[in-house]
């Protein structure tokens, strides 16, 4: 998508003050908060008001707000932006903001359809994109969530609607709005920038069931600090998109810190072990916690797969499958990085059995916790993967 520049007629039509207009066929659509959308018809074309629901109609706050909006968002000419197309006074209804129209359904609706995740990886692109070009126009969205992303029914083509010019004191907030909302927005603490927007666009990966594949994106998105997080749209989207799906879980021997924190999670499991014994081990998850973390000394299944002898790769050759479909997909990347993790888990911990047996404990419930989004059948799929590769594994060690 990419700027388009608007003509001398179009910005004459975009002018501050409002003017008196008129339309026809009149439908109020049902909405949340002060104001309301009404669809109509401009001539033979079918546009989109947004005007105040008549119990703010005369809050002065509230009108400044459609101003202010109308006034920021005019100039932005962009495929993944609704476009702003005038300010109007129309009788019955007051101060609105004509918009264009879109035949299509919220992000929100959009989720409850079957999508696969490079679907949803599409939308995400689209999104960053018209972001990308609103903050280029020093805008910010402020309100980024999914009712406030139209995905066209032709295309799947995104539209971002319902920029925010107001401060959470000044409206109540919903829980929906404070979910996506910046901690610096719901605070604030400081004035809002483009990482604002980057904070909301990684909650919204995260509804949307991304959090096996881009965990790490997701993490660095939705980062406390702004300063944790992607600088601008342009740093996410080389993250997203160059390195690919990143599956990744605590990561053994990757630097001094990370060692630290991993330590610290075994240590931790270690006490409890300690205190609990094997009512930890039941708390766990659904996996069959005692088939995988049982004694070495018993006798590996039938259909274990010795390791190769080789000085260059420890990792086991396992039996061709089928790539998994629908909501099992999100396996097909998986599953390599898992096995990459678990192979380097036993490289370290091989030579302790009791190390390794904590260390895949304190990595599979890592896992879990970070991947809650999963519904059961999901979560067995991953178990199964799960527990068979490490049954293998202990097995290949004999």
């Known amino acids: 998508m990419s700027e388009n520049k608007l003509s001398t007629n179009e910005q004459a039509q975009t002018a501050d003050a409002p003017v008196k207009a008129s339309y026809t066929e009149y439908k109020v659509i049902s909405s949340q908060g002060y104001c309301m ?43 993944g932006i609704v476009r702003y197309q005038g300010l109007v006074e129309v009788d019955g209804y007051g101060l609105c903001i004509e918009e264009e129209y879109v035949e299509g359904r919220t992000l929100q609706a959009y989720l409850k359809e079957s999508h696969t995740d490079d679907e949803k990886l599409g939308i995400i692109n689209q999104i960053a994109d018209a972001l990308r070009y609103a903050h280029q126009q020093g805008v910010i969205h402020r309100n980024l969530k999914p009712s406030n992303v139209l995905v066209a029914n032709q295309g799947d083509y995104v539209k971002l609607i319902d920029f925010s010019v107001l401060s959470p004191e000044d409206v109540k907030l919903t829980a929906d709005t ?3 909302m910046a901690p610096e927005i719901k605070d604030e603490t400081m004035a809002a920038d483009g990482t604002a927007d980057i904070y909301s666009l990684g909650t919204i990966m995260k509804v949307m069931g991304l959090t096996l594949a881009y965990s790490d994106v997701i993490k660095r998105c939705c980062a406390f600090k702004r300063s944790d997080r992607y600088s601008n749209i342009d740093e996410f989207l080389a993250d997203l998109n160059n390195e690919g799906p990143s599956f990744t879980m605590p990561k053994i021997g990757k630097g001094t810190v990370m060692l630290a924190l991993i330590a610290a999670v075994v240590i931790g499991v270690g006490i409890l072990l300690y205190n609990y014994g094997g009512a930890l081990v039941d708390q766990v998850g659904k996996i069959d916690m005692s088939s995988v973390f049982k004694s070495d000394a018993e006798t590996a299944p039938e259909d274990t797969v010795k390791m190769k002898p080789s000085a260059q790769s420890d990792s086991l050759s396992t039996a061709t499958e089928q790539p998994a479909t629908g909501k099992l997909a999100f396996m097909n990347k998986m599953k390599p990085a898992l096995y990459k993790d ?3 888990l036993f490289e370290k911990n091989s030579a302790d059995k009791a190390k390794l047996t904590k260390a895949i404990k304190a990595y599979y419930k890592g896992l879990i916790q970070a991947n809650d989004t999963l519904d059961s059948e999901q979560r067995a799929e991953v178990d199964r993967v799960f527990g068979d590769y490490v049954k293998q594994k202990k097995a290949a060690l004999k």
């Open 178 to 180: 404070t979910r996506f």
């Open 342 to 344: 678990l192979d380097r």
């Open 37 to 79: 959308i009404v669809k109509c018809r401009k001539g033979d074309q079918t546009v989109v008001l947004k005007t105040l629901k008549d119990a703010y109609r005369e809050r002065a706050l509230l009108r400044n707000a459609l101003k202010r909006e109308f006034k920021q968002c005019q100039r932005l000419n962009h495929a």
